[in-house]
């Protein structure tokens, strides 16, 4: 029986988990905050790496990465061990069940958010509540955040990630709750209508599907969805459809 060590992004808990119990092989997990993605290409894959060199990576016959490319947080990831990565941007293919899905949504409905379970229960801010726009006008408010990013990430992360919230009361119209049936449905849907009618968005529930998940953690890896990395080789970024490709070692 094969033996997997999943790591993944705590947005994808409930997913995660739901897979697991219905997967042949014997599962392990290690979820790690999801404020990672915040912190950059340089420190994301250290977090990752980091978590991947602790564990006794002879016990496993792969390490599983529950992440997309995520603004290249995976870049440059290895193992000892063949190491599984789906050929995803971010988060947002897990949730939908492939590439080709989330392509079609995006280009047809630019200007969204992106709500789940996952992300309402999940999702870092400062105080430990949820993400929350509605004031964000609130110079009182703003000035709040922005010092608390600074005192636990630095000046340079939160100026951009104040960019980021402020640009998307300017750039994005809508909102959709990505339903993967996992969670408080009613609620999370509650939840994020009321987001969407406190920015003046529009609102739209959309089928989401654990199928991709589910493939990776059963080992079902086909070339088309996903990545096999080698040991001795490392994730890198492929700039075609493809997403992601295997690259060499640099050894320092």
């Known amino acids: ?33 999801q404020g990672l993605h915040s912190e950059g290409q340089v420190k994301m894959p250290i977090e990752i ?13 792969a390490i599983l990465l529950g992440y997309g490319l995520c603004n290249y947080g995976i870049k ?36 969204t958010f992106y709500f789940s379970s996952g992300w309402l229960e999940r999702t870092e801010q400062p105080g430990g509540g949820q993400l929350d726009f509605s004031n964000f006008n609130d110079e009182t408010i703003k000035e709040s955040i922005y010092n608390e990013y600074v005192e636990k990430y630095s000046e340079k992360t939160a100026k951009y990630m104040m960019e980021i919230m402020g640009g998307m009361l300017k750039n994005y119209s809508r909102v959709a709750f990505i339903n993967t049936g996992t969670g408080d449905i009613a609620a999370n849907i509650a939840a994020s209508k009321d987001y969407a009618e406190d920015n003046n968005w529009e609102f739209e529930e959309i089928q989401g599907s654990t199928g991709l998940l589910q493939r990776m953690l059963s080992g079902d890896w086909n070339d088309s969805d996903f990545l096999i990395v080698k040991p ?21």
């Not at 739901?18 to 979820?31: E, K, L, R, W, Y």
């Not at 459809?241 to 050894?251: P, Q, Y």
């Open 1 to 33: 029986m094969k033996r997997y060590l999943v790591i993944a992004c705590a947005v994808l808990y409930r997913e995660v988990c739901q897979c697991i119990a219905s997967t042949p092989a014997i599962v392990d997990v290690m979820f790690l905050r």
């Open 49 to 61: 790496q980091k978590a991947i060199d602790a564990v006794d990576q002879t016990k496993y016959d």
């Open 76 to 111: 440059g990831l290895h193992a000892n061990v063949p190491l599984v990565a789906p050929r995803a941007h971010d988060c947002l293919t897990l949730l939908l069940g492939s590439k080709e899905t989330y392509l079609d949504y995006f280009k047809s409905n630019p200007g």
């Open 232 to 252: 001795g080789s490392t994730i890198e970024p492929a700039y075609n459809d493809n997403i992601i490709k295997a690259g060499e070692m640099v050894l320092e």
